[in-house]
Protein backbone atom coordinates (compact mmCIF):
# COMPACT_ATOMS: atom_id res chain seq x y z
CA UNK A 1 0.00 0.00 0.00
CA UNK A 2 1.31 3.27 -1.09
CA UNK A 3 1.85 5.67 2.17
CA UNK A 4 0.16 9.31 1.10
CA UNK A 5 2.40 11.71 1.36
CA UNK A 6 2.74 14.27 3.74
CA UNK A 7 1.63 17.89 3.74
CA UNK A 8 5.63 18.75 4.60
CA UNK A 9 6.63 17.08 1.28
CA UNK A 10 3.87 18.56 -0.70
CA UNK A 11 4.78 21.65 0.41
CA UNK A 12 8.63 21.42 0.19
CA UNK A 13 8.08 20.09 -3.20
CA UNK A 14 5.66 22.79 -4.41
CA UNK A 15 8.10 25.19 -2.82
CA UNK A 16 10.90 24.33 -4.92
CA UNK A 17 9.27 23.42 -7.75
CA UNK A 18 7.62 26.62 -7.76
CA UNK A 19 10.90 28.40 -7.50
CA UNK A 20 12.58 26.50 -10.45
CA UNK A 21 9.31 27.54 -12.66
CA UNK A 22 9.67 30.99 -11.95
CA UNK A 23 13.66 31.20 -12.35
CA UNK A 24 12.65 29.28 -16.09
CA UNK A 25 10.44 32.24 -16.34
CA UNK A 26 12.75 34.79 -15.76
CA UNK A 27 15.53 33.42 -18.03
CA UNK A 28 13.15 32.91 -21.04
CA UNK A 29 11.27 36.19 -20.86
CA UNK A 30 13.84 38.71 -19.27
CA UNK A 31 17.37 37.34 -19.42
CA UNK A 32 19.11 39.13 -22.11
CA UNK A 33 22.29 36.55 -22.58
CA UNK A 34 22.03 33.01 -22.71
CA UNK A 35 23.83 30.41 -19.94
CA UNK A 36 25.55 27.04 -20.66
CA UNK A 37 23.73 24.05 -18.95
CA UNK A 38 21.14 26.82 -17.69
CA UNK A 39 18.42 24.17 -16.61
CA UNK A 40 21.18 21.16 -15.51
CA UNK A 41 22.32 24.28 -13.27
CA UNK A 42 18.74 25.37 -11.67
CA UNK A 43 17.51 21.87 -11.30
CA UNK A 44 21.23 20.87 -9.49
CA UNK A 45 20.76 24.18 -7.15
CA UNK A 46 16.39 22.84 -6.87
CA UNK A 47 17.73 19.25 -5.67
CA UNK A 48 20.38 20.62 -3.13
CA UNK A 49 17.63 23.34 -2.22
CA UNK A 50 15.00 20.32 -1.27
CA UNK A 51 18.03 18.62 0.04
CA UNK A 52 19.45 20.96 2.68
CA UNK A 53 16.26 22.22 3.77
CA UNK A 54 15.28 18.83 5.02
CA UNK A 55 18.56 18.23 6.62
CA UNK A 56 18.03 21.47 8.20
CA UNK A 57 14.87 20.64 9.23
CA UNK A 58 15.94 17.28 11.06
CA UNK A 59 18.15 19.77 13.06
CA UNK A 60 16.00 22.00 14.05
CA UNK A 61 13.84 19.04 15.25
CA UNK A 62 16.46 17.39 16.65
CA UNK A 63 17.84 20.39 18.52
CA UNK A 64 14.21 21.17 19.54
CA UNK A 65 14.76 24.45 18.61
CA UNK A 66 10.87 25.03 18.29
CA UNK A 67 10.62 24.52 21.90
CA UNK A 68 13.32 27.04 23.31
CA UNK A 69 12.59 30.67 24.10
CA UNK A 70 11.91 33.23 21.57
CA UNK A 71 14.86 34.92 21.71
CA UNK A 72 16.70 31.50 21.69
CA UNK A 73 14.66 30.53 18.26
CA UNK A 74 15.55 33.61 16.53
CA UNK A 75 19.55 33.40 17.40
CA UNK A 76 19.26 29.97 16.18
CA UNK A 77 16.80 30.77 13.05
CA UNK A 78 19.94 33.05 11.82
CA UNK A 79 22.97 30.87 12.87
CA UNK A 80 21.12 27.89 11.32
CA UNK A 81 20.07 29.51 8.19
CA UNK A 82 23.69 31.07 7.80
CA UNK A 83 25.75 27.70 8.29
CA UNK A 84 23.62 25.67 5.57
CA UNK A 85 23.72 28.55 3.54
CA UNK A 86 27.22 28.06 3.43
CA UNK A 87 27.04 24.52 3.05
CA UNK A 88 24.65 25.12 0.19
CA UNK A 89 26.71 26.91 -1.46
CA UNK A 90 29.98 25.56 -1.07
CA UNK A 91 28.53 21.78 -2.25
CA UNK A 92 26.52 23.71 -5.00
CA UNK A 93 30.34 24.53 -6.43
CA UNK A 94 31.62 21.69 -5.79
CA UNK A 95 29.25 19.71 -8.03
CA UNK A 96 29.16 22.15 -10.93
CA UNK A 97 32.97 21.78 -10.95
CA UNK A 98 32.98 18.26 -10.89
CA UNK A 99 30.81 17.87 -13.66
CA UNK A 100 32.16 21.01 -15.51
CA UNK A 101 29.72 23.01 -15.90
CA UNK A 102 30.01 26.53 -16.85
CA UNK A 103 28.36 29.60 -17.76
CA UNK A 104 30.66 30.80 -20.22
CA UNK A 105 29.19 34.22 -21.22
CA UNK A 106 29.46 35.64 -17.46
CA UNK A 107 32.49 37.18 -15.98
CA UNK A 108 35.11 34.87 -14.84
CA UNK A 109 35.33 35.02 -10.89
CA UNK A 110 37.71 33.40 -8.68
CA UNK A 111 36.41 30.34 -6.68
CA UNK A 112 36.34 32.14 -3.12
CA UNK A 113 34.00 34.87 -4.89
CA UNK A 114 31.72 32.54 -6.50
CA UNK A 115 31.17 30.16 -3.13
CA UNK A 116 30.59 33.81 -1.52
CA UNK A 117 28.04 35.18 -4.25
CA UNK A 118 26.31 31.68 -4.08
CA UNK A 119 26.21 31.66 -0.46
CA UNK A 120 24.46 35.26 -0.28
CA UNK A 121 21.59 33.85 -2.52
CA UNK A 122 21.69 30.28 -0.95
CA UNK A 123 21.16 32.34 2.83
CA UNK A 124 18.15 34.62 1.11
CA UNK A 125 16.67 31.12 -0.17
CA UNK A 126 17.08 29.53 3.31
CA UNK A 127 15.98 32.34 4.98
CA UNK A 128 12.68 32.07 3.50
CA UNK A 129 11.91 28.61 3.87
CA UNK A 130 13.09 28.66 7.59
CA UNK A 131 10.79 32.56 8.05
CA UNK A 132 8.01 29.92 6.36
CA UNK A 133 8.53 26.98 8.65
CA UNK A 134 9.10 28.60 11.57
CA UNK A 135 5.72 31.33 10.86
CA UNK A 136 3.94 27.73 10.55
CA UNK A 137 4.92 25.71 13.76
CA UNK A 138 4.56 29.20 15.62
CA UNK A 139 1.35 29.85 14.70
CA UNK A 140 -0.10 25.64 14.47
CA UNK A 141 1.53 25.40 18.01
CA UNK A 142 -0.25 28.96 19.32
CA UNK A 143 -3.74 27.29 17.88
CA UNK A 144 -3.27 23.88 19.55
CA UNK A 145 -2.21 25.84 22.87
CA UNK A 146 -5.76 27.33 22.50
CA UNK A 147 -7.35 24.22 21.16
CA UNK A 148 -6.24 22.44 24.28
CA UNK A 149 -6.83 25.16 26.59
CA UNK A 150 -10.48 25.33 25.60
CA UNK A 151 -10.62 21.45 26.15
CA UNK A 152 -9.39 21.74 29.79
CA UNK A 153 -11.49 24.72 30.46
CA UNK A 154 -14.85 22.69 29.24
CA UNK A 155 -13.54 18.95 31.13
CA UNK A 156 -12.89 21.22 34.01
CA UNK A 157 -16.15 22.93 34.14
CA UNK A 158 -17.92 19.56 33.90
CA UNK A 159 -15.90 18.11 36.35
CA UNK A 160 -17.19 21.01 38.63
CA UNK A 161 -20.61 20.91 37.51
CA UNK A 162 -20.54 17.00 38.01
CA UNK A 163 -18.96 17.42 41.46
CA UNK A 164 -21.63 20.61 42.53
CA UNK A 165 -24.10 18.00 41.69
CA UNK A 166 -22.76 15.02 43.68
CA UNK A 167 -22.69 17.26 46.66
CA UNK A 168 -26.14 18.73 46.16
CA UNK A 169 -28.22 15.21 46.55
CA UNK A 170 -26.38 13.82 49.18
CA UNK A 171 -27.18 17.66 50.98
CA UNK A 172 -30.31 17.11 50.62
CA UNK A 173 -30.92 13.48 51.47
CA UNK A 174 -29.16 13.90 54.84
CA UNK A 175 -31.84 16.97 55.85
CA UNK A 176 -34.98 14.86 54.25
CA UNK A 177 -33.91 11.90 56.42
CA UNK A 178 -33.52 13.34 59.39
CA UNK A 179 -36.97 15.06 58.41
CA UNK A 180 -38.35 11.35 58.65
CA UNK A 181 -36.73 10.81 61.54
CA UNK A 182 -38.85 12.83 63.43
CA UNK A 183 -42.02 11.34 62.39
CA UNK A 184 -40.91 7.93 62.83
CA UNK A 185 -42.30 7.92 66.27
CA UNK A 186 -44.87 10.59 66.41
CA UNK A 187 -46.73 9.77 63.35
CA UNK A 188 -45.79 6.56 61.61
CA UNK A 189 -48.42 6.95 59.01
CA UNK A 190 -47.21 10.53 58.14
CA UNK A 191 -43.73 8.97 58.12
CA UNK A 192 -45.00 6.38 55.60
CA UNK A 193 -46.13 8.81 53.45
CA UNK A 194 -43.02 11.04 53.99
CA UNK A 195 -41.19 7.85 52.65
CA UNK A 196 -43.37 8.49 49.71
CA UNK A 197 -42.76 11.90 49.20
CA UNK A 198 -38.73 11.36 49.70
CA UNK A 199 -39.26 7.91 46.85
CA UNK A 200 -40.45 10.74 44.54
CA UNK A 201 -38.19 13.37 44.99
CA UNK A 202 -34.73 11.00 44.74
CA UNK A 203 -36.23 8.99 41.60
CA UNK A 204 -36.67 12.91 39.92
CA UNK A 205 -33.33 14.10 40.89
CA UNK A 206 -31.55 10.93 39.70
CA UNK A 207 -32.73 12.11 36.49
CA UNK A 208 -32.04 15.69 37.06
CA UNK A 209 -28.20 14.00 37.36
CA UNK A 210 -27.70 13.46 33.28
CA UNK A 211 -29.06 17.23 32.72
CA UNK A 212 -27.54 20.68 32.49
CA UNK A 213 -30.72 22.11 32.65
CA UNK A 214 -34.38 21.26 33.16
CA UNK A 215 -37.52 22.93 32.69
CA UNK A 216 -38.70 24.36 35.49
CA UNK A 217 -41.93 22.80 35.83
CA UNK A 218 -39.64 19.70 36.49
CA UNK A 219 -37.71 21.48 39.35
CA UNK A 220 -40.91 22.62 41.11
CA UNK A 221 -42.34 19.52 41.08
CA UNK A 222 -38.97 18.44 42.91
CA UNK A 223 -39.63 21.85 45.30
CA UNK A 224 -43.61 20.88 46.17
CA UNK A 225 -42.31 17.30 46.82
CA UNK A 226 -39.78 18.21 49.40
CA UNK A 227 -42.22 21.13 50.73
CA UNK A 228 -44.64 18.75 51.44
CA UNK A 229 -42.16 16.89 52.96
CA UNK A 230 -41.13 19.55 55.65
CA UNK A 231 -44.90 20.48 55.86
CA UNK A 232 -45.35 17.28 57.73
CA UNK A 233 -43.00 18.17 60.24
CA UNK A 234 -43.27 21.43 60.47
CA UNK A 235 -47.11 21.49 60.50
CA UNK A 236 -48.74 24.37 60.93
CA UNK A 237 -45.44 26.39 61.56
CA UNK A 238 -44.72 26.28 57.91
CA UNK A 239 -46.73 28.53 55.22
CA UNK A 240 -45.71 27.73 51.56
CA UNK A 241 -46.72 30.20 49.12
CA UNK A 242 -46.38 29.88 44.66
CA UNK A 243 -46.79 32.75 42.69
CA UNK A 244 -45.50 30.96 39.25
CA UNK A 245 -46.50 32.54 36.12
CA UNK A 246 -47.67 29.87 33.67
CA UNK A 247 -45.65 30.94 30.84
CA UNK A 248 -42.16 30.58 32.96
CA UNK A 249 -42.69 26.46 33.43
CA UNK A 250 -40.77 25.60 30.29
CA UNK A 251 -37.93 27.89 30.52
CA UNK A 252 -34.82 26.06 31.34
CA UNK A 253 -32.82 25.90 34.76
CA UNK A 254 -30.15 24.05 36.42
CA UNK A 255 -31.46 21.33 38.37
CA UNK A 256 -31.89 21.08 42.26
CA UNK A 257 -30.73 24.78 42.02
CA UNK A 258 -34.50 25.94 43.02
CA UNK A 259 -34.56 22.98 45.70
CA UNK A 260 -31.30 24.01 47.28
CA UNK A 261 -32.71 27.75 47.95
CA UNK A 262 -35.81 26.27 49.54
CA UNK A 263 -34.01 23.87 51.26
CA UNK A 264 -31.87 26.99 52.68
CA UNK A 265 -35.19 28.86 53.66
CA UNK A 266 -36.31 26.14 55.92
CA UNK A 267 -33.14 25.69 57.26
CA UNK A 268 -31.66 28.80 58.25
CA UNK A 269 -35.26 30.99 58.15
CA UNK A 270 -37.86 28.68 59.49
CA UNK A 271 -36.26 25.90 61.58
CA UNK A 272 -35.05 28.29 63.93
CA UNK A 273 -38.01 30.56 64.41
CA UNK A 274 -39.97 29.09 67.37
CA UNK A 275 -43.09 30.47 65.22
CA UNK A 276 -42.32 29.11 62.16
CA UNK A 277 -42.51 30.93 59.06
CA UNK A 278 -44.08 31.50 55.59
CA UNK A 279 -41.80 29.96 51.78
CA UNK A 280 -42.73 31.56 48.59
CA UNK A 281 -41.66 31.00 45.59
CA UNK A 282 -42.08 33.08 42.22
CA UNK A 283 -41.34 32.78 39.01
CA UNK A 284 -41.61 35.65 36.57
CA UNK A 285 -40.35 37.54 33.54
CA UNK A 286 -39.00 41.34 34.19
CA UNK A 287 -36.66 43.01 31.69
CA UNK A 288 -37.01 40.39 29.54
CA UNK A 289 -34.88 37.82 31.63
CA UNK A 290 -36.34 35.01 33.71
CA UNK A 291 -36.20 35.73 37.61
CA UNK A 292 -36.44 32.88 40.53
CA UNK A 293 -37.39 34.18 43.65
CA UNK A 294 -37.20 32.50 47.31
CA UNK A 295 -38.48 34.56 49.99
CA UNK A 296 -38.72 33.05 53.74
CA UNK A 297 -38.90 34.48 57.21
CA UNK A 298 -36.15 35.29 58.95
CA UNK A 299 -32.78 37.51 58.75
CA UNK A 300 -29.17 37.27 57.73
CA UNK A 301 -28.08 39.23 60.77
CA UNK A 302 -25.99 41.04 58.60
CA UNK A 303 -23.70 38.69 57.64
CA UNK A 304 -23.88 36.18 54.82
CA UNK A 305 -21.76 33.31 55.02
CA UNK A 306 -20.45 33.01 51.19
CA UNK A 307 -18.73 29.51 52.01
CA UNK A 308 -21.70 28.21 52.87
CA UNK A 309 -23.10 25.26 50.69
CA UNK A 310 -26.15 26.46 49.09
CA UNK A 311 -24.83 30.47 48.30
CA UNK A 312 -21.32 29.40 46.99
CA UNK A 313 -23.23 26.00 44.92
CA UNK A 314 -25.46 28.38 43.34
CA UNK A 315 -22.82 30.93 42.44
CA UNK A 316 -20.56 28.49 41.04
CA UNK A 317 -23.18 26.70 38.97
CA UNK A 318 -24.57 29.96 37.28
CA UNK A 319 -20.76 31.32 36.42
CA UNK A 320 -19.96 27.70 34.68
CA UNK A 321 -23.42 27.31 32.71
CA UNK A 322 -24.05 31.14 31.82
CA UNK A 323 -20.64 32.96 31.14
CA UNK A 324 -21.97 35.85 33.17
CA UNK A 325 -25.16 36.33 31.88
CA UNK A 326 -26.92 35.19 34.95
CA UNK A 327 -26.71 36.87 38.74
CA UNK A 328 -27.87 35.53 42.24
CA UNK A 329 -28.50 37.76 44.87
CA UNK A 330 -29.19 37.20 48.68
CA UNK A 331 -30.19 39.92 51.29
CA UNK A 332 -32.59 41.02 53.92
CA UNK A 333 -35.92 42.36 52.31
CA UNK A 334 -36.79 44.09 55.45
CA UNK A 335 -36.68 43.32 59.25
CA UNK A 336 -38.61 39.97 59.14
CA UNK A 337 -37.60 38.17 55.26
CA UNK A 338 -34.85 37.01 53.47
CA UNK A 339 -34.68 36.85 49.77
CA UNK A 340 -33.06 35.07 47.37
CA UNK A 341 -33.21 36.06 43.34
CA UNK A 342 -31.69 34.77 40.55
CA UNK A 343 -31.90 36.61 37.16
CA UNK A 344 -31.57 34.25 34.02
CA UNK A 345 -31.33 34.65 30.27
CA UNK A 346 -34.65 33.75 28.38
CA UNK A 347 -34.86 31.43 26.24
CA UNK A 348 -37.34 31.34 23.14
CA UNK A 349 -38.54 27.49 22.90
Known amino acids: MIKTISKYWIC??????????????????LSVRKIDDFFLLIAIGILLGILFSHLMRMVIKEYRFLEKPLQQQILSFIGITFVFAIIYACTNVAIVKLLGLKDASGPKISLLNEIARNSINDFFLLFIWNLIYYTFHYVERNRKQEVDTLKLQSLVKELELKTIKSHINPHFIFNALNSIRALVDENPERARRAITELSNILRSSMHAEKLETVPLENELNIVKDYLALEKMRFEER?????DIDEDTLSQPVP???LQTLVENAIKHGISKNIKGGFVKVISDFVDDHHELVVQNSGQLNGFINEDGFGIKSTQDRLNLLYQGQATFDIKNLNDEIVESRIIMPVYNL
Open 12 to 29: QLGGWGANFAISVFFYLT
Open 255 to 257: PMM
Open 238 to 242: LSIEM
